[in-house]
């Protein structure tokens, strides 16, 4: 099993930054993979960022050039920086990873959620 603590987000005007964090842990052999989400009223959950174990990463366009995925391996913690935020930013943010448990395959494992709201 893997537990994902999440933190971070909260309430910021326009054109601010915030910055999320989200920490693994339990009995796992690798973390490969991990991401935030983001799922705002009345909208399908979207991808924001994707970053592998070895760093590559995925951006949303919606956020390219504002966003910037980050994680430390060591800590088994993914980042995710906001920087110029917009009103349209506001949503609930979920940390995603893919685990591979010992003797066994590679798992999706969601965090929680922690809201972000950006006001105008």
């Known amino acids: 099993q893997v537990q994902l603590v999440e933190s971070g987000g909260g309430l910021v005007q326009a054109g601010g930054s915030l910055r999320l964090s989200c920490a693994a842990s339990g009995s796992f052999f690798s973390i490969n993979a991990m991401g935030w989400y983001r799922q705002a009223p009345g909208k399908q959950r979207e991808l924001v960022a994707r970053?592998?174990?070895?760093?590559?990463?995925n951006v949303a366009d919606s956020v390219k050039g504002r966003f910037t995925i980050s994680r430390d391996n060591a800590k088994n913690t993914v980042y995710l920086h906001m920087n110029s935020l917009k009103p349209e930013d506001t949503a609930a943010y979920y940390c995603n990873v893919l685990a591979t448990m010992y003797g066994d395959r590679e798992y999706p494992y969601w965090g929680q959620g922690t809201q972000v709201t950006v006001s105008s």
């Open positions: 970053i592998t174990m070895v760093g590559s990463t």
